[in-house]
């Protein structure tokens, strides 16, 4: 039996869209940060099984992030 999905009288994908540009705004900051938390435990010569990336590769990644996130504000 399918079951039967209620449908808004109203279209909200504006409010839709800002909700979920700010959870992935939420979602980059926090990775942004655990990214930078690894280059910091790297560059103190630490090493581990979340730290297999090049610093290079890691510092990439923290520059794309960024640049993506300030993208949507």
Do not use: C, K
């Not at 980059?28 to 090493?47: K, Q, S, Y």
């Amino acid at each position: 039996m399918e079951e039967h999905i209620e449908q808004l009288p109203y279209a909200d994908w504006v409010d839709q869209d800002l909700l979920t540009r700010d959870l992935a705004r939420s979602l980059l900051d926090t990775e942004i940060e655990a990214e930078n938390d690894r280059i910091r435990r790297f560059d103190a010569g630490e090493r581990g099984g979340d730290l297999i990336m090049t610093r290079a590769d890691m510092q990439r990644r923290v520059d794309a992030m960024i640049a993506i996130r300030d993208r949507s504000l």
